[in-house]
């Protein structure tokens, strides 16, 4: 699996993971597109990721007061239960890591996928909320830094 990152959201990376985005958050989950697009796109990481020369996957890494976060982690319907979400956080990790030295990361779970983040060393760090009308929780992980 192979992935490409590109700051803000004027190139072709940020067009393709916004794709992705409104199939799964806007189209599955009913999320209204106005609330999807917001004030971190411009100021963020734009990952997406290619199994077999098909864009499958999306992300985004962001810096906030309290540390780097990784969201808006979206796979196409057709190819979940592959492991490539598990992929994509990982090279997010790696990323985090490797350019910005940081030895802790966040994200905002929605309460249906919780297990996949677990799997992936995340802990539940806060009560659950709503994002839109999705419940969400606050998770973490400590990185490993590679010396």
Avoid at 32 to 51: A, N, Q, W
Avoid at 112 to 130: C, Q
Wanted: charged share 30%; net charge negative.
């Amino acid at each position: 699996m192979n992935f490409l990152i590109e700051y803000s959201t004027e190139n072709d990376i940020f067009d393709q993971a916004w794709q992705i985005r409104k199939k799964v958050f806007c189209e599955e989950q009913k999320y209204p597109e106005e609330d999807e697009y917001d004030k971190y796109d411009s100021t963020s990481f734009h990952v997406i990721g290619f199994e077999n020369d098909l864009v499958v996957c999306c992300a985004r890494i962001l810096e906030k007061e309290d540390g780097w976060y990784i969201g808006r982690i979206a796979v196409l319907k057709q190819f979940r239960g592959k492991g490539i979400g598990h992929k994509l956080i990982n090279f997010l990790e790696e990323f985090i890591k490797k350019n910005f030295n940081a030895t802790e990361i966040f994200l905002n779970a929605q309460e249906t996928v919780l297990n996949l983040y677990r799997k992936n060393g995340f802990e539940v760090i806060s009560d659950k909320f709503l994002d839109g009308e999705i419940w969400h929780f606050k998770m973490k992980k400590n990185l490993k830094i590679n010396k």
